[in-house]
């Protein structure tokens, strides 16, 4: 495989720049797709009991983003697929924008525009080229009302990604790389993530006798080393992420953030569906809310803390699909903790129940100038060293594509 030396230097520096400007909060996924789930005011009050500041949600509900007025929460709302091919018309996208986003902001802190969601996961051809002209109307849109500090991007999944192993491989399906780096360029203009919904579950799910349980629940375990840069990875999920980088980067997008739109893991499932148990999920979550704390960044970028949305806040009863896909919230529509990873028991729907002295979801660590300038040095003289050694073994032998 034909590899750009110059590639490991645009990842690893672009990985510095963005460590001073990291996200401070892990955010969570707040799905509505239940006949018993609370009010939005309820839900609002167990948020900023729990410390969330970041929520996204799968539409632009006006009862949301009433109740979620002059909170700290900043929400990311999302542009149904359906709605793309109407939207790339300017004039469409103007009227969307000014009655779906302009009359709640600034009191509602709207921060980001999900364009879709998995856009690129059927093969929809049809739907994938209205993707970047639905993106492009609305950024003007945006920019016409004085809106323009609100990203847009489009979640989407893994199977974007044609190789994904190891991580230094990564590149997207050849299909798609038309439209692909379309979106990349919109993201590289606008200075907005690339966001990804990732799931080592269904990694484990699919092939468990040779995907190593502890490896993709944050366990302690061996890991793995990428071949390649001599990364060390403990857990798939950062794997997964640098995936994408190095995907996006053959492309000569080295420069975009990744974010974790999506990650989380089942509390119960079918017979087949391997390894969804309440277990598991107690230990995906905790293990990945103890790792946000610590301001994790990827081997990649670790000066960059990796921000993450978990996926979910609530069992959703009326999800279709197989059972798991109605088991991935932390606490059930009454308020209770489907399982414990550390938060507040319950919550019953009114403030008046909520611990302040519950375990947050924020970080209270603050940036270490002193500590980002010495990993970068470490992380520049260990690149240099890669260059070398690389550069070594390519004079040795012939490059092929």
């Known amino acids: 495989m034909f590899f750009h030396i110059p590639l490991l230097f645009l990842l690893s520096f672009s990985g510095f720049g963005g460590g001073l400007r990291g996200a401070?909060?892990?955010?969570?996924?707040?799905?509505?797709?239940?006949?018993?789930?609370p009010s939005p005011d309820k839900v609002l009050d167990m948020l900023t009991a729990l410390r969330i500041t970041k929520v996204r949600i799968y539409d632009t509900n006006p009862e949301v983003l009433s109740a979620f007025a002059n909170s700290k929460v900043e929400i990311i709302v999302t542009v149904e697929n359906e709605m793309l091919a109407q939207l790339m018309d300017a004039q469409q996208a103007l009227q969307w924008v000014t009655a779906r986003i302009k009359p709640y902001v600034p009191a509602t802190r709207i921060t980001g525009i999900a364009v879709g969601n998995e856009v690129f996961t059927d093969n929809d051809m049809t739907l994938m080229e209205t993707l970047v002209p639905a993106m492009l109307s609305?950024?003007?849109?945006?920019?016409?009302?004085?809106?323009?500090?609100?990203?847009?991007?489009?979640?989407?999944?893994?199977?974007?990604?044609?190789e994904s192993y190891p991580p230094s491989a990564g590149s997207f399906k050849p299909e798609i790389t038309g439209i692909m780096s379309q979106f990349l360029q919109f993201l590289s203009t606008t200075k907005s993530p690339f966001w990804i919904n990732a799931y080592p579950y269904f990694a484990y799910k699919g092939d468990p006798n040779s995907v190593p349980l502890e490896y993709v629940l944050f366990n302690p375990?061996?890991?793995?080393?990428?071949?390649?840069?001599?990364?060390?990875?403990?857990?798939?999920?950062?794997?997964?992420?640098?995936?994408?980088?190095?995907?996006?980067?053959?492309?000569g997008?080295?420069?975009?953030?990744?974010?974790?739109?999506?990650?989380?893991?089942?509390?119960?499932?079918?017979p087949d569906e391997t390894g969804a148990t309440v277990e598991n999920a107690a230990n995906y979550n905790r293990n990945?809310?103890?790792?946000?704390?610590?301001?994790?960044?990827?081997?990649?970028?670790?000066?960059?803390?990796?921000?993450?949305?978990?996926?979910?806040?609530?069992n959703e009863n009326l999800k279709p699909g197989p059972t798991s896909e109605r088991n991935y919230g932390l606490y059930q529509p009454d308020?209770?903790?489907?399982?414990?990873?550390?938060?507040?028991?319950?919550?019953?729907?009114?403030?008046?129940?909520?611990?302040?002295?519950?375990?947050?979801?924020?970080?209270?660590?603050?940036?270490?100038?002193?500590?980002?300038?010495?990993?970068?040095?470490?992380?520049?003289?260990?690149?240099m060293f890669v260059y070398l050694l690389t550069y070594q073994v390519f004079m040795r032998r012939p490059l092929y594509n």
């Open 288 to 314: 990945l809310l103890r790792r946000q704390m610590a301001n994790e960044g990827t081997p990649l970028r670790p000066n960059l803390r990796l921000e993450i949305y978990l996926f979910a806040l609530f």
């Open 253 to 270: 997008f080295g420069g975009i953030e990744v974010r974790i739109s999506e990650t989380g893991w089942p509390s119960k499932g079918d």
């Open 138 to 162: 609305i950024h003007t849109a945006l920019t016409q009302l004085g809106l323009d500090a609100i990203k847009i991007s489009t979640p989407s999944s893994l199977a974007v990604l044609q």
């Open 24 to 37: 401070t909060s892990l955010g969570i996924n707040y799905g509505q797709i239940g006949n018993n789930l």
């Open 335 to 383: 308020g209770t903790m489907a399982y414990n990873v550390g938060l507040i028991s319950s919550f019953k729907g009114s403030s008046s129940s909520f611990s302040p002295s519950s375990i947050s979801l924020s970080s209270s660590a603050s940036t270490n100038p002193k500590g980002a300038t010495m990993g970068y040095y470490q992380s520049l003289v260990y690149w």
């Open 221 to 251: 375990n061996p890991g793995m080393i990428d071949p390649f840069t001599r990364l060390h990875y403990d857990n798939m999920l950062y794997a997964q992420a640098d995936a994408v980088l190095f995907a996006m980067a053959k492309m």
